[in-house]
């Protein structure tokens, strides 16, 4: 049975940018559905505040897609700062006032250029929850799947200097390899399947190739069967 899919978007994006991924893996027989978020819901989580808006809309998304689909699980694909996100909601430790204990829902949580470590002091309050709480691949029944890119090496000089800045400001060290925003250090997680594609940039706004173009959904796309 094809497991029906949920993409989770990435901080400070909308649903519409995920439609292309969304339309390319319905078209390849995976019922997709991405959690409806628009840019301004993001408003309450700036500043490192609780991402607990963005969880109550994955898991209305889940719930609906559990009952469209007549399933028992889904799968999860987040995007950047969707990956981290997904990992608090798989677990059991309260997060604020919610628990949410999604872990046996999710077959598969499949993450895309997710930063799963950082050195920034907003991003880390809610990532160091996740890491102390869930670390690595925490959950033995739910299959994960880490995607980095090889694109961009962090240099400081002129062509090199966002990803330098970005790369150090997530893992410490700015010279290394990554898809321009989320270094490759970051992007892996312990005791997960950890891939690594070439030539990816970390949006689906960025110019060019993406994690989500169809050159490249192949290499991570067959995790969903």
Not at 36 to 64: A, S
Not at 120 to 125: L, S
Request: proline content about 8%; overall charge positive.
């Amino acid at each position: 049975m094809t497991l029906p899919t949920i993409i989770v978007p990435g901080y400070l994006e909308s649903a519409i940018a995920y439609r292309p991924l969304e339309i390319s893996l319905q078209q390849l027989g995976f019922p997709t559905l991405t959690v409806p978020l628009r840019r301004r819901d993001w408003i309450p989580t700036i500043g490192g505040r609780p991402i607990t808006p963005i969880l109550q809309q994955l898991d209305q998304t889940v719930k609906q897609a559990l009952q469209e689909y007549n399933a028992t699980q889904v799968n999860l694909i987040g995007h950047s700062a969707g990956g981290w996100i997904s990992r608090i909601y798989l677990g059991e430790q309260p997060y604020g006032t919610n628990i949410w204990n999604a872990h046996p829902l999710v077959a598969t949580l499949i993450t895309l250029g997710t930063p799963h470590t950082s050195q920034e002091r907003w991003t880390r309050k809610n990532l160091d929850f996740v890491n102390l709480n869930y670390p690595g691949a925490f959950y033995p029944s739910v299959r994960y799947v880490c995607v980095a890119g090889k694109t961009i090496f962090g240099e400081r000089r002129r062509g090199g200097w966002l990803a330098y800045s970005s790369y150090q400001l997530t893992c410490g060290q700015g010279n290394t390899w990554g898809d321009g925003i989320t270094p490759i250090a970051a992007a892996h997680l312990a005791g997960a399947e950890n891939l690594v594609i070439e030539g990816v940039r970390h949006s689906p706004r960025s110019p060019g190739i993406w994690y989500g173009s169809p050159e490249k959904f192949p290499i991570w796309g067959q995790f969903l069967v």
